[in-house]
């Protein structure tokens, strides 16, 4: 049985894999904003899901960041509680047994690429378009995580073909650059955008709403949030050419989108065909702890 564990940073949600079916129910507590809650909250979790099935499994956790292979430390979390913090030890500990941890947009693709959308491909990208952009390769049914644990973190490149407008309305990232792709593509970056255009601030469920009734300003923040993924995706397809980009997070429901951006990546990529599949997800918002429990099935 593999136990995965999605800590996220306002839930932590628990499930355990039998083959690639979930045994029993899947579990989910709301985030303690302090380390020390957190480990009791996984301990908990994982403790409540083994009496439930009767036996006791492997663990595997996904965060939102890595711990560090050079300091054994949390890094490159937006939880900041579990900044500098030895995790990875601490969870062995607690658990008395060994754990593996992985970013959660790498556990996204390993998910996607074992039993999800990227099922039978070789080389998988999987992009989350949410309040951030992140995004994971996974190679073989293995995530690619690279010397600094930064592969897949395309969100901080800029946003590239950049148009005159776009350069002079290109946002400060809180990563210290301008013009990173998340500010454009991320929830927030698309409200921005239509804000920009119409001087109306709609939520993004509001702007796809209007978009659907015709209103030019919100067809046309779509038709940019659409052009601007395929520039995004087009310089990963220069660099990785995956064999299939999986969409996730909240803005990859945008009405269309996988489809909208196979038609426009043409125009980009360095390729007079592209052939390489742009899909959504298969598992939602289950994917990241369905990756966290294959981090057991595919070597470390
Ligand atoms: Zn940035």
């Not at 939102?64 to 509680?81: E, F, R």
């Not at 556990?107 to 959308?117: H, M, N, Q, R």
């Not at 927030?188 to 804000?195: Q, T």
């Amino acid at each position: 049985m593999r136990i995965g564990i999605d800590l996220g940073g306002t839930k932590i949600e628990g499930i355990a894999l039998e083959a690639d079916t979930v045994v029993g129910a899947r579990r989910r507590v709301t985030t303690p904003r302090d380390y020390a809650g957190t480990l009791d909250a996984i301990e908990r979790l994982v403790a409540e899901i083994e009496s439930d099935a009767g036996r006791t499994g492997s663990v595997g956790v996904g965060i939102p960041g890595v711990v560090s292979h050079a300091t054994g430390l949390v890094k490159n979390a937006n939880s900041t509680w579990l900044i500098g913090r030895p995790l990875l030890v601490d969870l062995e500990a607690r658990l008395a047994r060994p754990v593996r941890v992985a970013n959660d947009a790498n556990c996204f693709a390993l998910s996607e690429a074992v039993d999800g959308a990227g099922r039978g491909f070789e080389t998988v990208f999987g992009v989350i378009l949410g309040t951030g952009v992140g995004g994971g390769i996974a190679i073989r049914q293995r995530i690619h995580e690279g010397p600094n644990q930064i592969a897949g973190e395309w969100g901080h490149n800029p946003l590239p073909w950049m148009t005159d407008e776009e350069r002079a309305a290109a946002p400060a990232c809180y990563c210290g650059k301008r013009g990173c792709i998340e500010t454009f593509l991320s929830g927030p970056g698309f409200e921005r955008d239509y804000a920009r255009l119409s001087g109306a601030e709609r939520s993004s469920q509001d702007i796809v709403r209007a978009a659907a009734s015709r209103e030019p300003h919100a067809v046309r923040a779509l038709e940019r949030y659409e052009d601007r993924l395929a520039r995004a995706l087009a310089a990963v397809l220069n660099v990785l050419d995956p064999d299939v980009v999986i969409l996730g997070g909240g803005m990859s429901n945008l009405p269309g989108l996988p489809s909208a951006v196979s038609a426009a990546l043409p125009r980009y990529v360095f390729s007079d065909t592209v052939r390489t599949k742009v899909v959504l997800n298969a598992h939602g918002d289950s994917s990241g702890v369905r990756g966290a429990a294959w981090l057991w099935s595919s070597g470390p």
